[in-house]
Structures are given as C-alpha cells and as structure tokens.
Nanobody, 111 residues
Framework: QVQLVESGGGSVQAGGSLTLSCVAS????????VYWYRQAPGKQRDLVAS???????NYGDSVKGRFTISRDNAKNTVVLQMNSLNPEDTAVYYC?????WGQGTQVTVSS
C-alpha cells in the first residue's frame, strides 16, 4: 500500500522560508512525476510544482522564482523549498503521486 507523508509545515512571517518534505512508503517514486498541490480555505486545490523522474520541473505562476522542488530517489523523498513566503501562500500543502495523496501539511504565513 502506497503511503505519502508530508512534513515541514508551520507558521512563519511574511518573507520567511519553509521546507516541506514528502516521503513515500510502500513503493518507490522511481520514474514517476511527483506533485505538490495546495488548497486554501474556500478555494480549489491548485498545482504548486511538479518534478518528473528525470528532474524536469514545473511551477505554478504564483510561486515561480520563490519555490524550488527537488527529489532524492535514493531517499524516496521530494522536497519543496519555499522562500519569500507571503500570506497568499497560506494553505494546506499536499504531495501527490500516481493517484495517491498525502494527508497534507498546514502552512500559515502571517503579515
């Protein structure tokens, strides 16, 4: 059974940074694309970033230049480095992979 566990969320002031991690168990990320999504209260779930098995990355327009996604296949981990955070980044952040979702980790940015 595939399980994804996100960690690293928390509260930070505007301009600060957080590093989110997603670890998979029950399978390997392997060649598959891994995604980070986020959902703010009352809003739809939006794509934040993705990374393919070969390391090609894609970012949502609102986070380009501030967030960086990376993966370590040996550790079965995908990391989302978030810099220059602003209150609009407040949301629950989810890791997703071949139809599986983690439980999410809350990120709160105060002004």
């Amino acid at each position: 059974q595939v399980q994804l566990v996100e960690s690293g969320g928390g509260s930070v002031q505007a301009g600060g940074s957080l590093t989110l991690s997603c670890v998979a168990s029950g399978t390997s990320f392997g060649i598959y694309t891994v995604y980070w999504y986020r959902q703010a209260p009352g809003k739809q779930r939006d794509l934040v970033a993705s990374i393919t098995g070969t390391g090609y990355t894609n970012y949502g327009d609102s986070v380009k230049g501030r967030f960086t996604i990376s993966r370590d296949n040996a550790k079965n981990t995908v990391v989302l480095q978030m810099n220059s955070l602003n209150p609009e980044d407040t949301a629950v952040y989810y890791c997703a992979f071949i139809g599986n979702w983690g439980q999410g980790t809350q990120v709160t940015v105060s002004s």
